[in-house]
């Protein structure tokens, strides 16, 4: 593995995760991660469907849009091929094997919305990686995303227990503790080689 | 009040999409850092709103209804590469600081749910005024957001200082924690002077019932499935 990989994963993972630092997918982010099983089932959804849409987007950017100085219609073409995506991804999980059908077949559908899938697949074709790169970053940016997760749900289970003030409860406090942790991340962003 | 007014109260006040509603929290949260980009924001926003749902309401006899969320999205997506060429066109400014951001306009939960919630069941006219108070409604809590982040990270409004020189801002609120915290700051406001907003769906969904309309709906779908 060269030095500009182990950079791509670095920094998609920690320095800008797509939801402590992007914004990418906040919607499930606060949704979802209200429950430990839950947020790491998604997590584990959204590794497979980032790695995936990346690796055909980047396929469909370098040989067809580029060819063809079609760059313009990346939004329709990426958001159309990772809404069919999902749809495959789900029925061939649904054949194959049922078991992880049963345990991540209700997220699925949710990630054609996240718009972390979409804003990575954009960010790859912007920044002009490869087809290596594009995977590499469509993983660790989807590893990043599970990380925050399943660490914000792991807070919110203590805070249950917790007395709060009346107007904290609720969504203030689960936004209080998204904010400390990407304070935390904000750390990352220190790190060189 | 008639019903395109009424239409217009609700988008800005009554189900104001991100402070009641609770919808777009993507967006609200990555643009925020300065007033002018909540602004150029919110408009771009609500052109594609505007349009999306003018076309889906006059098509909306006409679109299948078992196909009927890939032909939103598919018409959503032209209108936001049409809007993102002007903006790269005319405003390159806005271009350079939002570039990133418009493209996702296509998976903002507002304009999808605004479709499935309003357009695909009324005529244009008032699909249209709901795109406008809704749209309003949304630039209006964005350049809100964006105007505090702003004078409490650096001080100024709209590149205008507003501080004295002898305070420092405060940087974290420029900052991504900053978009957190001033989102947080805003729904406690609420809550503590009483207004309901539906932030149950925001923080207490099981996955199936997001806040988002469209992957709700997907969900009703699988569920009617799974009995």
């Known amino acids: ?193 | 009040m008639n019903k395109y007014m009424e239409r217009l109260y609700n988008g800005l006040i009554k189900e104001n999409p991100t402070m009641v509603l609770m919808l777009g929290m993507c967006p609200t949260l990555a643009v925020s850092t300065a007033a002018i980009n909540g602004v150029s924001m919110g408009l771009s926003t609500m052109a594609v709103l505007i349009f999306s749902n003018l076309i889906i309401s006059i098509l909306r006899k006409r679109i299948p209804n078992e196909v009927r969320l890939p032909a939103y999205i598919v018409i959503v997506a032209s209108l936001v590469t049409v809007t993102q060429l002007i903006i790269k066109a005319y405003l390159p400014a806005v271009d350079k600081a939002l570039g990133q951001f418009i493209p996702l306009i296509v998976v903002n939960c507002i304009i999808l749910g605004r479709a499935e919630a309003y357009a695909n069941k009324h005529e244009p006219g008032l699909a249209i005024m709901d795109a406008i108070g809704m749209g309003l409604g949304f630039t209006i809590a964005l350049t809100l957001a964006g105007s505090l982040r702003e004078i409490l990270g650096k001080g100024t409004l709209f590149g205008m200082q507003v501080l004295p020189e002898s305070v420092s801002p405060v940087a974290i609120f420029s900052l991504p924690p900053g978009a957190y915290l001033v989102i947080a700051l805003f729904i406690i406001i609420m809550n503590a002077i009483g207004i309901k907003t539906r932030q149950r769906q925001l923080v207490e969904s099981d996955g199936c019932n997001g806040n988002c309309a469209a992957c709700a709906m997907q969900c009703d779908e699988r569920k009617e499935e799974a009995k």
């Not at chain 1, 998609?12 to 797509?18: I, P, Q």
């Not at chain 1, 054609?112 to 790169?133: D, H, K, R, W």
Request: glycine content about 6%; hydrophobic content about 60%; proline content about 3%.
């Open chain 1, 1 to 193: 593995m060269n030095n500009s990989l182990i950079l791509i994963i670095i920094s998609s993972a920690l320095v800008n995760n797509v939801l402590l630092s992007r914004f990418w997918g906040v919607c499930s982010f606060l949704g979802v991660s209200k429950q430990m099983k839950a947020s790491a089932s998604l997590g584990v959804a959204v590794i497979f469907v980032m790695t995936i849409a990346s690796a055909v987007a980047s396929l469909l950017n370098d040989y067809i849009l580029v060819p063809f100085g079609l760059e313009f219609m990346q939004t329709i073409v990426f958001i159309l091929v990772i809404a069919a995506l999902v749809q495959i991804v789900e029925m061939f999980l649904k054949k194959s094997s049922p078991a992880i059908y049963k345990a991540l077949g209700i997220y699925l559908p949710l990630i054609t919305t996240n718009c972390a899938v979409l804003g990575i697949a954009q960010l790859n074709a912007m920044s002009g990686y490869t087809f290596i790169e594009s995977v590499v970053s469509g993983f660790s940016s989807a590893v990043g995303y599970t990380l925050a997760i399943v660490l914000l749900a792991g807070i919110r289970s203590r805070i249950r227990e917790e007395d709060l003030p009346a107007p904290l409860r609720g969504a203030p406090i689960v936004l209080i503790s998204a904010a400390l942790m990407s304070i935390a991340f904000i750390g990352f962003s220190k790190l060189s080689f």
